[in-house]
Nanobody
């Protein structure tokens, strides 16, 4: 059982920044950040494999968001800069044990955190 706990959400104005944290009981084969706005489906934001050599981003956040991890703190981070109103939503941290597939496919993730809300006002 992998336990995930997100924090760091909040309300900011457009152009502002937030850093989300995901405390995990272990780093799994793949870990990712997803978000979901009201009335919309879950969207992949960023992902990283256990090796840490490659980090993947959705086109909508490239150049603005940075995913990183601290192995000593067992924490995954999502630094979000130049936030836009369309970035608003509930952000979830997810852990996948190794089901084949792309990082952005939510079906390959086995554990999810409770989510942290991000609200960006214009």
């Amino acid at each position: 059982q992998v336990q995930l706990s997100e924090s760091g959400g909040g309300s900011v104005q457009a152009g502002g920044s937030l850093r989300l944290s995901c405390k995990t009981s272990e780093f799994t084969h793949v870990m990712g950040w997803f978000r979901q706005a009201p009335g919309k489906g879950r969207e992949a934001v960023a992902g990283i494999y256990r090796s840490g050599l490659l980090v993947y981003y959705a086109d909508s956040v490239k150049g603005r968001f940075t995913l990183s991890r601290d192995l000593t703190e067992s924490t995954l981070y999502l630094q979000m800069n130049n936030l836009k109103p369309e970035d608003s939503g509930m952000y979830y941290c997810a852990a996948g044990l190794g089901v084949p597939g792309t990082w952005s496919n939510s079906d390959r993730y086995d554990y999810w955190g409770q989510g942290t809300q991000v609200t960006v006002s214009s």
